[in-house]
Each structure stands twice: as C-alpha cells, then as structure tokens.
C-alpha cells in the first residue's frame, strides 16, 4: 500500500483516479485546489504525486518544480496527467521534474502501470536514475 497525492480540480478524474488507486490497495488523497497541493503534500507525504497539469492559480508545471525545491519531497516520483499534449509538453513535464507523464483520457492499464513502476522506483520510459532504487524510506505505519 502506498500513500498518493492526487492534485486535479477536475472531480470525476478524482474519483476515478481514487477508485483506481483503492482497488490497487492504496491510499489516495486528493487536492482540488492546487494552492493547497504543497502543503498537503507535506502533511501527507505521499509515496507518490499525481498532478494534473491544466489546473488553475498553480499550474502542474508550477507544482512540479515546487515539490522538486522543497526539500522533504524532493525525491517523491512525480505522475503528471494531461489532456493538452501539445509538441514539447512531454519534454517540458519532465523537465520540471516528473518522472511519468499519462494524457488523458487514461488508459486504466497504463495508468495503473506508471503508479507501479514509480512506487517501485522505476519509470516508464527511463530517467529516475538520481532516485535510482534506493532512497525512498518506508514510514513503516500501519494500517488504519
Ligand atoms: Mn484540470
């Protein structure tokens, strides 16, 4: 089980995002309002973020680049869901520091493959090497 911030102000990605990760047995928490997202984010402190990039106030690029500067989520993999893939977006995505990037609409599959492969420190297409497979500390909590 893994702990996966959801920021996306869209709330039928939400609840479609959290019954995904919830059948995959984790536990997803979401943000709608992006402003929020940082803080949430250090409350929480997901083993992994979900974003949407079209999001207002903050976009997900914004976002991106403020969980790769703080300091205690650095290192937590970055999923960036998207429905505008214009040239470059890829590109500009993982530059802001997200390790996989899904456009909308989802593939269920390929969605619940990009969650697996970044909780296992993986990525789907190459370039988590500065997290590598090591790194990551478990919270150890239980459950409930
Ligand atoms: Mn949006």
């Known amino acids: 089980m893994a702990k996966i911030l959801i920021v996306e102000d869209n709330a039928l990605n939400i ?10 047995g984790h536990e997803p928490e979401a943000v709608t309002d992006s ?4 803080d949430a984010a250090r409350h929480f402190s997901p083993d992994l973020v979900i974003t949407d990039i079209q999001l207002p106030h903050i976009s997900g690029l914004e976002l991106i680049r403020m969980l790769r500067d703080d300091d205690k989520l650095a290192e937590v993999p970055i999923m960036a869901v998207t429905a505008y893939s214009a040239q470059g977006d890829e590109e500009r995505i993982r530059e802001a ?9 989802i593939s269920v599959v390929r969605f619940a493959e990009t969650v697996d492969q970044l909780l296992e420190g993986g990525s789907d297409k ?3 090497d500065a997290a590598g497979g090591e790194g990551r500390v478990d919270p150890g909590s239980g459950p409930g």
Do not use: W
Not at 15 to 24: E, G, I, M
């Open 97 to 105: 520091g997200a390790q996989a990037y899904v456009s909308k609409p």
């Open 15 to 24: 609840k479609l995002f959290c019954d995904l990760l919830a059948a995959h």
């Open 35 to 38: 402003r929020f997202a940082l």
């Open 126 to 128: 190459a370039e988590i």
